[in-house]
């Protein structure tokens, strides 16, 4: 039986419960929330599926010692007292990331330091060499957690952050993240029950989060590689079995509308849909949100509109006045998610809010209110609807954040009804490629199955050589006049792994 060992997943703040839900469902144990992170027991299996299947997640830590420490000597010595030849050589190559809230340690840069001299002491007094530190894609990620005098020192499991799924080719400005999309979406209940629609899309990013949760496909499918993987202890065979492992994908029989008033927005959410192989799923349509007309089927909206901070608007006001004047009149019988950063912008809307959350768009704090559209009076429809739900349980209160370390039970629902595909998928399209084994000879390797890109592009984890790995083009969703940029076709998907004997 695998040794369990804490885990520590980190988040962002007010997806924090969310997260939790994730964890228990991945059947992990011991689970406890704290102030943007969850922490959990499991072992190697279980560390795997999370970095692999966790949505609201940023980073899976693995804590490797907790002590206390009242001045940078005490870091030093207490880190230096690792047995570091169980997780490294002096060839290995390290990094060392620091966060700090502590009156008595002030420079978190300056704790990072003490650290890296402690382990690189370690190695010099014991072999006469030292392992270098290496800021970008190190071989082993390190992270030290410092509150008042507690000290938690860990490895970084993820290594990227897992915001980064792979899939975005391109992306406009002020691009919503991942991690945050998906905790949106996740947030309202939906689970691909109807359609669902985002009036402002930009680069796609809710539409293929919502496909994704639709289908429950694992954000890690797209992912490169995760920082496990050049610890000495990887398990090849482990993370192939959970990568192929596709018994909990499901049928999506509705879809998602992604819409954008700026041509340059709806291009790069088309080619994005495409790298993630959910062109199947998702619509995507150049119109203004003025012209948003009644859904013939139950819809849900999910949107993120202009705050005025990163993206301006010539009539911030005016823009959240037509919102609610639209949702009011083309929207009735149905729910309207949205997230703003300004109170005056919700006011426009002219809508009462049924649920208000507490979020946090990178430093900006904002709120992802509901809002139930009816057609009359709220009275009459109420009295109507006596048995419908208006209102969660202390919606109309602020969701307080939890204190560190704070336990909170979390048990598998009875009888939850869990989706077993019952026949594979068919991957006998032309132009598809099982994922490649790395570390094993030509007639020596195990066939895998693909993924399926209903695009018919291969999105494995075995990529293309000549990728580009530059950060993204940004785009500005106001100067029409910009020439798109686009990343040719033969450089647009992921470069396959190389093996070993390539890189001498």
Known sequence: MNQEFELIAKTFQGLEEILAQELTELGAGNIQIGRRMVSFTGDKTMMYRANFNLRTAIRVLKPIKHFQATNADEVYNAVKAIAWENYMDNTTSFSVDAVVFSEVFRHSKFLAYKVKDAIVDYFREKTGSRPSVRINNPDLALNIHIAEDQCTLSLDSSGESLHRRGYRQEQVEAPLNEVLAAGMILMTGWRGECDLIDPMCGSG???IEAALIARNIAPGVFRKEFAFEKWKDFDKELLDSIYNDDSQEREFTHK????DNNPKANEIATHNVKAAGLTKDIVLKVQAFQQFEQPKEKSLIIMNPPYGERISSDDLLGLYQMIGERLKHAFTSNDAWILSYRDECFDQIGLKASVKIPLFNGALECQFRKYQLFDGKYR?????????????????????ARHHGEKVEYGRREGKERFRDSARREWDKPGFRPREDRHREEDDRRSFRPRRAEDGKEFTRERKQAFNREEPKRFSRNEESDKLARIPANLRYMHRRRKPEEEN
């Open 380 to 400: 009459e429809f109420r009295s109507e609807n006596p048995d419908k739900e208006f209102k969660p349980k202390g919606e109309e209160k602020i969701v307080r």
């Open 256 to 259: 998602i509308y992604g819409y």
């Open 205 to 207: 990013t809710i539409p």
